[in-house]
Each structure stands twice: as C-alpha cells, then as structure tokens.
C-alpha cells in the first residue's frame, strides 16, 4: 500500500546525503517534498501540518547542526514523528479480569468488519484463549452465514440465529452461552450501514450498554482514505471506541487513513488486516510500520512469522544438516513450503533492511513460482532429490515430462538450489550475507569475515625463514 509513498520519501532524502552541513534552506526543499508525498497519499491535512512542523521545528535545531551526519539525522528525526503520528507506543488488547472478555467490533457496511471478526477470533485462540463469535448484523443475512463459515474454519463456536429480531437480546443472552461452554472471550460483530446514520449509531450503543465491552474496535478500511477519518470522527462522537482495526492493508490504495487516524482520533490501532487469508491479521506496531514506510524494512515481524511458521526442533535440524553439508533438494521443498505459510514472497522480502533497493524495477515476485518448484521437486525419485548430481540429461526429460515442463525449467531449479545451497553453506561457515549475521557454531568455528577473526591462511613454518637467512650468508 505504501511503496507510492515510501519512493517519494526516499527520493527526497536521498537529496540530503553527501551534504556535510544543512541549512534552513535544504531542509524545507526535503520537507516541501515530503508534505507533497504525504498529501498524494491522501493523509489528513491536520495530521501532513503537525508532522511537517514537528520535523522542521527539530531538523533546523541544534539537534541536527552539531551532529556529524546531519542527513541521517533528519530521517531519525523524520521516523519518530512518524512513529508518533501512527499512535506512538503500541497498545495490545485489554482483557477483563473477570471472564468472559467482551470485545465488540463496529464500522460500515463493506469495511471488513465481519472478515475480521473470525481473524481476531483466530488470533485470539493462538494467545491460549478461548473465543466465542456473536453475529449481531441482523439487517445482512449474508453476514451471519459468513460469520459461521468463519467459525468453522477458524474452530470456534457462534451465537447466530437466522429468526432472531433483537440484536440487543441476542448480544445479551450469548454472556450466559459463554459461561455454559467456558468460553473467556466474547466478540460480538454488530450491523453496519453503507454510509453513517442515526439508527445504526443508536443500536451499536444500545449494545454497547448491554454487555459493556472492555474493548470496543472499529474496522476501517485502509483504503477508503480522508474519508475513514470522517468515520473514525463520527463513531467516535455517537458510540466511542478503545481501538481501531484497519482492514484491507494490503490493498494497492494510497494509505492516507493508516497514517492520519491515530493521530486524529486519538486511538490507538491495534491490529491490521494484511491479505485475504485468516492468519494474514497483525498486531499493529507503529515503529514498524514506520519502519516499513521509509523502507528500512521489518526484521522483528520477519522474524515473528519465521518463529510462527517454524517449530524449533525442526530449525535445529536444518541447521545441523547445513553444517554437515546435507542439505538436499527434499529440505529445499521443505523450506519452500514453511516460506509460503509465512505469507506473499514479496511482502517478505520488502521486510528485509535495504531489499526495496534490489526489487526496483522488478515485476511482481511471483508466488506462484513455488507451486512449479514444487512440481518440479515432487516429480523426481526419492534418490534424485536426495543426490541432485545423479541428475543427469535423460532424467532431466523425465522429470520435464512428469511435471508437465521443460527441461530448461529443471535446469533453472537445479541453479536455483545450487546458490541456495551455497548461500547456506556460506552463512554457516562464516561468509555470512550483507546486512545478516553469520551462523556460527557454539564452539566458535566459522568466524565471520566482519568480524575481528583473521583469514586463516596457510603459512610456511619458521624455520624456513631462519633456513633462508643461512644460505643468503653464505
């Protein structure tokens, strides 16, 4: 949703580097071009005023005059105001000390709200809680359909009843349900309308008052733009919230309602909807998402979905297979696969520090370029894949044949797997990659090449050179 955004920002930093000293001047060209991205965006007037100010206010003070690298101190400074405009600290949803946990979700018709019902329902039941889905929306009999299909696949009971009337008695009567079954977390999905009005306002309050909530969550669609703050303002006026859920993230709109709602409404967003997919739903951290948007990537929610997707023995036996040199074409699908549970390639790749650098002028990386390794990979013997060297060129055409491609595809694989093989085996023997720490065992073999360890080169003995200084005399 961003790299619109984040391109223009990085353009008008890059404008600062090699300057040794700044003057008024250079920072309101850089933060003139800034309020233009931040505009095309679609961020709120309100909140483009405050973060420019802020900016200049501190890029034009002593803070930046005396430090060495002025440049990157405008960005710091640049990425904290960010931060703070996107709503500071982030804030994790509250749980009542007395179960069950009411959490009701508000918003408009079309902004996700019922989809993101069985996400956090599923994000939830990850925690060790465990939820329970009321489908209050009455007026949409898709939506209460939807909401089971969603239990279903999530695998967590619902209170829906096709016949009932009163959303304000169903809301009620599913606190006694979630005592009788021990269910500790309640979320209620209330009706939405295709645009604000007075009727809707006054039922999702009437509930409000009914099962006082410890959470009331709005759903925004991110891509609705200035437009999401006019609702944000209105629901907040009319029935209050604790928390803003922002849906459809990963859409291909500008953003502006990510970076202006926070700041303008005052609450906190707590989670974001970032593909269609169930467990495509985070927990919103604004130093991240700052991060992302000046394109210094995302190393800690990489990292979380590594740690989500992989299970430790599982990583320790790739690692001892790497180090012994073991690794073959099997762990390779295998690694492929737990890659693909962690989300879209691409979007992995842009969370890696100085990746966006190396994607420019790339196409879209293809997903589905794993579905043909995989068919590749799957139409070979068990002791192909555990020897790729006995591969040779009639099994090539078979294994062409079997998986419905061509040989240069196979040949294409077998490159792919020999540099990942290499780029493994160079992480595990100290090489390491640019911008990531080499894997070094406990015993302190494979010394990184940045750091301290020396080159262990082979030299001659010293007695040789004493030998040498001996015939010279003579």
């Not at 993101?116 to 009999?141: E, F, N, S, Y």
């Not at 309640?186 to 006054?202: F, K």
């Not at 859920?245 to 967003?269: E, M, N, Q, T, W």
């Amino acid at each position: 949703m961003f790299d619109s955004l984040t391109d223009r920002l990085e353009a008008a930093f890059r404008r600062l580097r090699g300057s040794g000293r700044l003057s008024e001047d250079d920072v309101d060209e850089v933060l003139k071009e800034v309020r233009l991205a931040l505009l095309e965006a679609d961020v709120h007037l309100q909140t483009v005023r405050h973060f420019v100010s802020r900016v200049r206010e501190r890029a034009v003070g002593e803070e930046v005059t005396r430090t060495l690298t002025p440049a990157q101190q405008v960005v710091k400074i640049v990425n904290e105001e960010l931060v703070g405009i996107l709503g500071g600290d982030s804030e994790p949803l509250k749980f009542s000390q007395r179960p069950p946990t009411v959490i009701m979700l508000a918003g408009l018709q079309g902004s996700g709200k019922t989809t993101a019902a069985g996400k956090l329902a599923l994000q939830i039941k990850k925690g060790g809680r465990r939820p329970l889905l009321v489908a209050c929306d009455l007026r949409r009999p898709a939506a209460i359909e939807q909401l089971k299909l969603l239990a279903e696949q999530v695998g967590v009971p619902v209170v829906a009843d096709e016949a009932a009337t009163d959303p304000v008695a169903l809301a009620k009567s599913s606190l006694e349900v979630a005592r009788e079954q021990g269910r500790d977390v309640i979320i209620v999905d209330t009706a939405g309308r295709l645009h604000i009005d007075e009727e809707m306002m006054a039922e999702a309050a009437a509930i409000r008052d009914t099962v006082n909530p410890t959470e009331t969550l709005l759903v925004v669609d991110a891509m609705t733009g200035q437009d999401a703050v006019n609702v944000a303002t209105s629901f907040l006026e009319k029935v209050d919230y604790s928390g803003i859920i922002l849906s459809k993230l990963d859409g291909d709109a500008r953003g502006g309602a990510a970076l202006s709602i926070a700041h303008v409404s005052g609450r906190p967003v707590k989670f974001a909807s970032v593909g269609e997919k169930l467990d495509e739903f985070e927990p919103f951290h604004p130093d991240r998402m700052a991060s992302r948007i000046l394109g210094m990537g995302d190393v800690l929610t990489l990292i979380e979905k590594a740690e989500e997707a992989y299970e430790e023995e599982e990583a320790a036996a790739l690692e001892e297979k790497m180090r012994k040199g073991k690794f073959d074409l099997q762990d390779f699908l295998d690694q492929m696969r737990q890659l693909k549970k962690m989300g879209s390639l691409g979007g992995l790749l842009k969370m890696i520090p100085g990746m966006r650098q190396h994607m420019r002028g790339m196409q879209d990386v293809d997903d589905d370029a794993l579905k043909h390794t995989q068919a590749v990979i799957l139409s070979m013997t068990a002791a192909e894949r555990s020897e790729p060297k006995i591969i040779d060129a009639s099994r090539k055409k078979r294994i062409a044949r079997g998986c419905g491609m061509t040989v240069n595809d196979v040949n294409a694989l077998l490159r792919q797997f020999d540099q990942a093989k290499q780029m493994m085996k160079a992480m595990v023997g100290g090489g390491g990659m640019p911008g990531v720490p080499a894997v070094t065992s406990k015993s302190g073999g494979g010394q990184s090449r940045s750091g301290s360890g020396k080159d262990k080169r082979p030299h001659r003995p010293k007695t040789h050179h004493k030998n040498k200084k001996k015939k010279r005399k003579k």
